[in-house]
């Protein structure tokens, strides 16, 4: 091992030659004209030094000076006190006795000499030659071939009486590789790849048989059923008994094959291997000599680190007395041994960063898991491709070869490691926790399970458990639940940034530095470090900002009050368990989900769902009723974790199948108060039982899905793949000339690794982010907030935007607007009648019937002068002018009381004054039923009085065919279309009221049956004074509105044409289910709203239709009018659902517009549909619309509260402009995203052709300007270039999302073809100057690896001019906004530097010799060339040039030629984005490829 690294590290350093030269023309070897370059002169030279055997022989322009008395004359030809420490240069490093004669150094000549006709291959002759003619030691007339007349330095010279101190080159020491250091490094090496080795053998052996010890385990919990008869005892046996019976469930329902009781998933390699929705299990147990070794492998990536901090030290000399190759010897070695260490070091790391899930646990022994210490989870999570239809066969290609690879690599597997913990030392029940969720495992099965427990699924089963909980079983139930507190574990500053720099793009970046710190570009890698450090800061504050508000969001603990032992005792809301009773009070936060087993409670539910109305919750009935708080039904019912209580109340349960009384009004504050703080005996009079807690809860779910997101690609990611692969071979190209033109040794090598590092810029990634935090920190400055950033650049790309109706397109709640009475006609023998009167707009003028059926069927309650309920039955009852009456009621089986608002009796009128009623009964609104019921006791007559309110297609349906009018269908259709929202109602007398316990217990179906209709109910839905403008710019953005709505089809339709949705000319065709034939299936009947008349053929005229847009779109014009439709499809809830069933949806998904009495699970449906097809957004309050809204591409709910958890976006401006915002600031973000990216492409290209150039000249530019590029301008214009500000309307088209795309790479590879043609056109104006040839640089003498020697030069002049004039120039290309971002000047930031950079560089190319261009080494030179020049004298201090010439200053003509040019390729780049790549010249080519290869882009009709 020792002669292989040896050998590798020797050959490396052999490559000693470090020279270059071009590989097409000679330096200096002809003028412009084709003649032979005369040899130059060159001036400033020192002379050598001078060494005689007396200092009398010293010619006299250098003879020593005569010392004072108290000094005396030294070897080295100077006056010292005394000599002891000079040092003389005529011994060259040896000591008297090493030479044959002793021989003293002549004082140096102070003036510098010039050489005629300078030749570099026998400089040292020349300038020997020309020192002796200077100091009179040879004739004036004498010539070089004559020579010195002095000879050169020699250890034996005794006779001579002068000689040069050309002092031979001493031998550089070498190094031997078998030094100390080295063989503790190679002994290091040798023995951790021992011990790894033997650590693998061992490991191997003892896991032979680990396959057959994993588990699999569903993420779905086993139901612990739990017997109610004995839940009041402490009895915690049921649990034990249940899990060993329990069966776990997938998704679909069925049993999964992998996981049964007792059974393990033996021989399960990888999770890859399960389905969706399992894990994998593998158990493992410490052990010491692992765990020495795993710590041993981070000990080793640090010591990588710290050894070539070692190497860069010793270059400068920092390591071993302040000596540069103290350690390694010499230069050469030096440079072997970083290369060297630099690849195995970088090998090591990516290593380590590819195994870091893992690498712990492999220095464990795999065991059970159920006897592990620790147990690693393993889960498939796949990539949901967020947006299709992007893809072209190279990202084909690239992502079949991506997936084979994560295929084979398991690259999908997210791995967790979890630690076996016990409640105690004592205890022996295990359990993990994944995911904030708990897993136990079963005593009897070995098998790790989640768990849930379910307290029944009907009303009297739940109620069953209001007796509470025993201390025992609480506690088992807690051991199998967990606490009740989700923690959120937010690391340290430190620990996140550590985790932060964990990363490839880091690594990639730190290797990138130590290359340029080795090779002296220190201050650079300084300002890139820094940058580096700074952005990675900003990126960690960011996230731990977000992670701690995520912590307070779930982090919420407090006090309640708990049945336990039946008694109430104060207990942490951690402690709570399913099957729990809690007492609950005004003005807390609910901590779990649960149902009301008495009282009534008032809950603020808008930080979860977005409704920003208070929501009334009933208790449970003593009935069979069933109860899933999943389901619309019992929602009525169930309260939900994360919401706060504004008001509760007490009642008792005083017998069966009824809803408690409501006394929600008539306590003081003080009252109020008093009921919070009594005692544990007190009874209190409102409370629930708890269903579910932890991440089991509506918040837990929601919290988890922010913690643990599932992981989306964007079209960017989909071809960021690509971009990187072509930047790789691109930057590969560019290495390998590099290499090529810098002289094939290790030099070249590095300067190959700084084009790798300027091609693919580690800032590209970032730059794709940058447009999203701008676009984000916009729209919250308009109160659009979001919390998942990578959905601002898809609202950028929505085609298709959904809304909701009521509340969303139309003003908050409905407005009343009148009453249709229905009167009954007695016939005689034709039978009864029925027929509609005038509306009336006065409830009072209702007969009494009406009027109390309005005024009573309803769920209103009210909380201090408030009235809370559904905002429709709100409005009905404000209407009604009654009242609700407040304090006790007069029987316990009141559940309200009402009053009607009459004084006193009125002439005429069969009202009888006041009137008073109780509501006994009352079956709240279900969503399968579209109905609700109450049973009222009339006090004035003790009749019962039933009445049944719903939708008017339903009630139809219920009540007696007589009560019908002939014309129902007809007059509700009528009232649909003119907007209004109809309700219907009926009613039946049950008679005197001889026992109202009777009619409680009767079923919702005997109530509602046998009802005859009464009224039509009326409400108006006003749109929002700004939706039709905001639906109008939407639709000029290129973007299909569809309504989704709970309502009628016509009212739909109504809205739709109200806000220009639909056109006002466009025929609207009804799809609705007609079941009226018996026995016969349901049949799919399209009608014309107009007429009502059937639709046979829809598939003709929607093919029509479209032939006649395709047409429109082939001629010029406004989108909308080219797009907009003269056919439009309206569809209810069943027609959906039968088309679905059918599979006949997607034909006409698109041409769908308004989607008519949709539930909320059908919302989501309907949304996902579009999803497949284009990029969706949803809009609507965050109510019934929730599941739609997170189910969308992009949810915008618009809530007064900040509901961030509700979509990814919320908007306290309830106006639908937010969506237009949002889409406006999406695709500006997109736009600016693409930008960025485009513009370190672009700086890629342009640095990788610099470098290119420069290293064919063997040149490199100035080290001010590259800390000018790198530094200002790429860093400030990267950032300069997100700030464009955004459009102010919404553009007819999108931006592109395609890295790849043609429109993408003809701006890239636009700009970079211009770009090269000016820069190699620069270079050939240069070389045909007469002042240029033969002048041009000739590196044959010197050293390339001292790079910062390269720039005194022509040549780097004009590059970096050049080039920096292209750079700049790049951010003002891709500044231009087209439609998506303002004009190119109101990005002030861009245009301040811009101007301020383009000022700087011509005062660079155009000024005479200055301080700024001599810092830059640019058109300046030496003090005493320049004053030849006929400059004055600088004043400044100026480094001495590295030329013959003594200076770079071109003559002014030619610096006005180079500067116009530099303007005409930034004129050029600027024409071609703004008229070709986005303007007239790219749609005329695009309209061309359209008509002869066809378009596959989806247009959506408007």
Not at 303 to 328: E, F, P, Q, R
Not at 693 to 709: C, N, Q
Not at 760 to 769: D, G, H, K, N, V
Not at 1114 to 1140: C, M, Q, Y
């Amino acid at each position: 091992m020792v002669r292989c690294a040896a050998a590798l590290v020797a050959a490396l350093g052999s490559l000693t030659l470090t020279s270059a030269f071009p590989a097409f023309n000679t330096p200096n070897s002809v003028d412009v004209d084709g003649n032979t370059c005369p040899l130059l002169d060159r001036n400033g030279l020192l002379c050598p030094v001078l060494c005689v055997l007396d200092f009398n022989d010293c010619p006299d322009a250098i003879r020593p000076p005569t010392c004072a008395s108290n000094e005396q004359l030294c070897d080295d030809g100077t006056c010292q006190a005394s000599c002891d420490a000079v040092v003389n240069p005529c011994l060259c490093g040896l000591t008297s006795s090493d030479v044959a004669a002793v021989y003293k150094a002549c004082p140096a000549y102070k003036n510098t000499v010039t050489v005629l006709s300078y030749d570099p291959s026998i400089k040292e002759e020349q300038l020997a030659f020309v020192c002796a003619q200077e100091w009179g030691l040879v004739a004036s007339n004498a010539t070089l071939d004559d020579g010195s007349g002095v000879s050169s330095w020699s250890d034996q010279s005794t006779d001579l009486p002068m000689s040069w101190s050309d002092c031979p080159t001493p031998q550089e020491p070498e190094l031997t590789f078998t030094e100390d250091f080295c063989i503790a490094f190679y002994a290091i090496i040798g023995a951790e790849l021992v011990m790894y080795l033997l650590w693998h053998m061992y490991k191997t052996v003892r896991e032979r048989h680990a396959a057959s010890l994993r588990q699999v385990c569903s993420q779905l919990p086993s139901s612990l059923s739990v017997d109610s008869k004995n839940a009041d005892i402490g009895n915690g046996s049921e649990i034990q008994a249940d899990i060993e019976k329990s069966t776990v469930l997938m998704a679909d329902g069925k049993p999964s094959s992998f996981v049964s009781s007792g059974s393990s998933g033996a021989n399960v390699a990888s999770a890859a291997e399960l389905p969706d929705g399992m894990l994998l299990l593998r158990g493992y147990d410490n052990n010491y000599v692992g765990m020495a070794l795993y710590y041993l492998s981070l000990l080793s990536t640090a010591g990588w680190i710290v050894l070539l901090a070692i190497i860069v030290s010793d270059y400068y000399g920092k390591v071993k007395g302040g000596v540069a190759y103290g350690l390694l010897a010499n230069s050469n070695t030096s440079m072997a041994v970083f290369i060297f260490v630099w690849h195995l070091g970088a090998v090591w790391m990516v290593a380590m960063l590819a195994c870091m899930s893992r690498l712990r646990n492999y220095f464990r022994i795999e065991c059970s898991p159920a006897q592990a210490h620790v147990v690693q989870v393993e889960e498939r999570q796949e990539e949901m491709v967020m947006m299709e239809g992007t893809q072209n066969r190279l990202t084909l290609l690239v992502n079949r070869i991506r997936e084979s690879l994560v295929k084979k690599f398991d690259l999908n597997i997210v791995i967790e490691s979890c630690a076996a913990q016990r409640l105690s030392p004592d205890d022996e029940r295990v359990f993990i926790e994944y995911h904030c969720t708990r897993y136990v495992l079963s005593s009897a099965s070995g098998q790790f399970q989640c768990h849930t427990f379910g307290l029944g699924n009907t009303h009297r089963a739940m109620l069953a458990h209001r007796g509470g909980l025993t201390t025992q079983q609480a506690s088992d139930r807690g051991f199998y639940i967990g606490e009740n507190f989700i923690r959120v574990a937010v690391p340290s500053f430190p620990v996140a940034l550590l985790k932060e720099f964990l990363s490839y793009i880091y690594l990639y970046q730190m290797m990138c530095m130590w290359v340029w710190f080795y090779f002296n570009y220190y201050k650079m890698a300084l300002v890139q470090f820094s940058v580096i450090i700074a952005s990675a800061f900003v990126k960690v504050a960011i996230r731990l900002h977000s992670e701690y508000k995520v912590k307070s969001l779930a982090e919420h603990n407090s006090e309640c009050r708990v049945k336990r032992d039946g008694k109430w005792s104060v207990l942490s809301t951690a402690d709570l368990v399913p099957g729990d009773v809690v007492a609950v009070d005004a003005g807390m936060e609910i901590m779990c989900d649960g149902c009301v087993l008495q009282g009534e409670v008032v809950v603020d539910e808008s930080s979860l769902t977005g409704e920003a109305m208070p929501v009334r919750k009933l208790p449970l009935k003593m009935d069979d009723m069933a109860y899933d708080a999943q389901q619309g039904a019992s929602k009525t019912y169930s309260v939900i974790a994360g919401t706060r209580v504004l008001q509760c109340t007490g009642s008792i349960i005083a017998s069966p199948s009824h809803s408690m009384p409501s006394l929600l009004s008539g306590k003081s504050l003080a009252e109020k108060q008093a009921i919070a703080s009594a005692s544990s005996d007190d009874e209190p009079e409102t409370q629930i039982l708890v269903t579910q807690t932890r991440t089991a809860t509506d918040k837990g779910k929601l919290i988890k899905r922010i913690l643990f997101p599932v992981r989306y690609s964007f079209v960017f990611d989909e071809q960021l793949r690509v971009a990187v692969l072509f930047l790789l071979a691109y930057a590969g190209l560019g290495f390998a000339l590099s290499i090529w033109l810098m002289g094939h040794d290790m030099t070249s090598w590095l300067y190959g690794v700084f084009v790798l590092a300027q091609t693919c810029q580690p800032l590209i990634p970032a730059s794709l982010t940058i447009g999203q935090s701008v676009a984000a920190h916009r729209l919250r400055r308009q109160n659009i907030f979001c919390i998942d950033l990578p959905r601002t650049i898809m609202a950028g790309k929505v085609q298709v935007f959904c809304f909701d109706k009521t509340g969303t397109l139309t003003k908050e709640g409905l407005e009343y607007f009148a009453v249709q009475e229905i009167q009954q006609t007695n016939n005689g023998n034709n039978g009864a009648s029925a027929g509609f009167v005038a509306e009336e707009t006065d409830m009072s003028r209702l007969p009494n019937v009406a009027q109390v059926g309005l005024a009573a069927c309803h769920a209103v309650t009210v909380m201090g002068d408030q009235l809370i309920g559904n905002p429709v039955d709100v409005e009905q009852f404000r209407a009604t002018d009654w009242e609700i009456m407040q304090g006790e009621r007069d029987s316990e089986l009141y559940l309200d009381t009402l009053i009607s608002p009459f004084l006193e009796s009125i002439d005429g009128s069969d009202k009888l004054g006041r009137r008073t009623v109780h509501v006994i009964k009352r079956f709240e609104f279900v969503h399968a039923r579209q109905s609700m019921s109450v049973a009222v006791l009339d006090q004035a007559t003790g009749h019962v009085h039933v009445y049944v309110k719903g939708s008017f297609e339903r009630l139809k349906q219920m009540a007696n065919s007589a009560s019908v009018p002939s014309n129902y269908d007809s007059m509700t259709a009528r009232w649909a279309r003119e907007g209004c929202y109809v309700l219907a109602l009926a009613h039946k007398n049950l008679g005197p009221a001889d026992d109202l316990a009777a009619v409680t217990r009767m079923s919702r179906e005997q109530i509602e049956s046998g009802c005859d209709l009464v009224s039509l109910l009326l409400f108006r839905n006003k749109l929002k004074e700004d939706t039709a403008s905001a639906i109008m710019e939407l639709k000029g953005g290129d973007t299909r509105t569809v309504m989704i709505t709970g309502d009628t089809a016509l009212t739909g339709v109504y809205i739709a044409r109200q806000c220009g949705m639909v056109s006002p000319s466009a025929r609207v065709i009804l799809g609705d289910v007609d079941g009226n034939s018996a026995g016969a299936e349901p049949l799919l009947v399209w009608r014309d709203t107009a007429d009502d008349s059937v639709v046979d053929d829809i598939d003709r005229l929607l093919h029509s239709e479209r032939q006649d847009i395709d047409d429109a779109e082939k001629r010029l014009g406004n989108v909308v009018s080219k797009r907009t439709p003269s056919i439009e499809l309206a569809v209810t809830a069943a027609a959906f659902d039968h088309l679905v069933a059918t599979n006949a949806i997607r034909r006409y998904l698109l041409d769908i517009r308004i989607f008519a009495r949709m539930t909320p699970q059908g919302k989501v449906e309907c949304v996902q549909l579009h999803m497949e097809r284009a990029v969706t957004a949803m809009c609507g309050d965050g109510g019934n619309d929730c599941g739609a809204l997170r189910a969308a591409h992009v949810g915008l709910a618009l809530s007064d509260s900040e509901a961030s958890i509700v979509s990814p976006f919320s908007s306290s401006n309830r106006s639908i402009h937010s969506c237009v915002t949002l889409l406006r600031e999406g695709r500006s973000g997109l736009a600016t995203s693409i930008a960025g990216y485009k513009f370190l492409i672009n700086y890629g290209t342009t640095m990788s052709m610099l470098e290119i150039v420069q290293f064919y000249f063997s040149v490199i530019v100035p080290q001010a300007v590259w800390i000018m590029i790198d530094s200002f301008i790429t860093v400030g214009l990267c950032i300069a270039v997100t700030q464009a500000q955004t459009a102010r309307k919404l553009a007819p088209s999108r931006p592109t999302a395609r890295l790849i795309g043609a429109h993408t790479l003809a701006s890239i590879w636009g700009q970079t073809a211009i770009n090269y043609a000016f820069l190699y056109g620069m270079m050939g104006l240069l070389f045909r100057q007469s002042w240029f040839r033969c002048h041009e640089f000739d590196s044959r003498d010197i050293d390339t690896s001292l790079w910062w020697l390269l720039g005194d030069n022509y040549e780097a002049e004009v590059i970096s001019l050049v080039c920096m004039f292209q750079f700049v120039n790049a951010a003002a290309v891709y500044n231009f906004g087209y439609r998506y971002r303002r004009a190119w000047i109101t990005n002030y930031i861009l245009a301040v530097l811009y101007a301020g950079f383009i000022s700087a560089i011509s005062v660079l190319v155009l000024a005479n010799p200055n301080r700024f261009s001599c810092m830059f080494r640019i058109n300046c030179g030496n003090p005493d060339t320049l004053v030849d020049l006929g400059y004055s004298k600088p004043s400044w201090g100026i480094s001495s040039y590295n030329n013959p010439a003594g200076h770079n200053v071109m003559p002014h003509k030619f610096r006005w030629t180079l500067w116009g040019l530099c303007i005409v390729n930034i004129v050029l780049c600027l024409a071609w984005e703004k008229f070709v790549v986005l303007g007239p010249v790219g749609r005329v080519v695009k309209k061309l490829w359209v008509e002869r290869k066809g378009d596959s882009k989806l247009r959506v009709k408007l």
